[in-house]
């Protein structure tokens, strides 16, 4: 196997690992704002905030790296799927950094607290639905014509993309009650495991339903699923998951405290695996594979060594802050 085929390969996995890793990071504290209008009081509100405080900008940061990677392995990709879906992703971004000053002056404020606390849920909310909505339009496929977007700018607004949309906001509020009940304790602790039990079976019947819309309305997922012998290696997949929530709910019922994360974690790779096989090894799916949306081996080489040299710092930052910040948070800090 030479350069040309084996780099995008690599780059595909480097992206999806960043991607996953800004799900799973950002995911539940996106959850924290879609679960603030639910927490009993402001002083509730405060602990859900500082649990994320110390280590939300920094899950960001797989965001710009996701996005960074996939402008230079596969410039194609990114020149197509941007026009396909400027308006969500403006709406994201403008809804993060709305997200974002609501976080830092809600610390700041006596008499307007409320204010930028329905702030910070309008943001977490807007940003996930966008980020769904982004997922379904991808999944659901973009016209390419002589190697350009060939739709409209109001494509992604069909059924399916808004319905990921919403099951995605449900996934994220399932990573939020999780952390939220690793990182607190009493009543609010005790809120979050009944939100946590609430949403799950939410999670588990959207995950049902895209998986059979995306085989019955694109014959070549069904094939990939069902057809002889694909299906026999399978199966164990939609079980796995369905282990994954039965843990889950016993996690609840014995009042783990890192089991309710982990497993609503574990929804969510699996959730990424499935898509996976229903989607290699297209770039743009049923459009353009990995290796045509390529750039050259020359640049994928260069900005690969980039990427060796910076994950490594980017990994111990992450794990360090997550280490510095470990414990229960209090209303007087972590402990």
């Given at each position: ?73 596969f410039p194609l990709v990114y ?76 494509d992604w607004l069909e059924p ?103 497993s609503a974690a574990g929804l ?68």
């Amino acid at each position: 196997m030479d350069l040309d085929t084996i780099l995008p390969v690599l780059w595909a996995l480097v992206i999806v690992f960043g991607v996953v890793v800004y799900v799973l990071a950002d995911g539940f504290d996106l959850g924290i704002g879609i679960l603030y209008p639910f927490a009993g009081d402001e002083a509730e509100r405060d602990r859900m905030m500082n649990s994320v405080a110390p280590v939300w900008d920094g899950n960001e940061t797989w965001l710009v790296l996701g996005g960074a990677g996939l402008l230079a392995a596969f410039p194609l990709v990114y020149s197509v799927v941007l026009p396909a879906f400027y308006l969500p992703l403006v709406a994201m971004l403008l809804a993060l950094v709305f997200r974002g000053v609501a976080f830092e002056f809600r610390f700041r404020s006596t008499t307007r607290k409320h204010l930028w606390s329905a702030a910070f849920f309008l943001g977490s909310l807007v940003a996930g639905f966008c980020q769904g909505i982004v997922l379904g339009g991808f999944v659901r496929g973009v016209p390419v014509e002589d190697g350009v977007f060939g739709g409209g700018s109001f494509d992604w607004l069909e059924p399916f993309p808004l319905f990921v949309g919403l099951a995605l906001v449900a996934g994220y509020g399932l990573l939020g009650a999780g952390w939220t009940i690793l990182k607190t304790e009493g009543a609010l602790q005790a809120r979050a495991r009944r939100w946590s039990a609430l949403l799950l079976p939410v999670v588990l019947l959207a995950m049902a339903a895209v998986s059979l819309w995306m085989p019955i309305t694109d014959e070549a997922v069904a094939l990939r699923w069902f057809s002889w012998p694909n299906i026999a290696f399978l199966w164990p997949v939609p079980v796995a998951v369905l282990a994954v929530a039965l843990l889950h709910a016993l996690a609840l019922a014995r009042r783990s405290e890192w089991l309710p994360h982990l497993s609503a974690a574990g929804l969510f790779l699996l959730g990424f695996f499935g898509l996976g096989i229903s989607l290699w090894p297209y770039a743009i799916p049923r459009e353009v594979d990995i290796w045509a949306a390529a750039a050259p081996p020359e640049t994928q080489g260069f900005a690969l060594i980039g990427f060796v040299v910076l994950m490594p710092l980017i990994l111990g930052y992450g794990v360090w802050s997550y280490w510095v910040f470990r414990g229960k948070v209090r209303d007087e800090g972590y402990h």
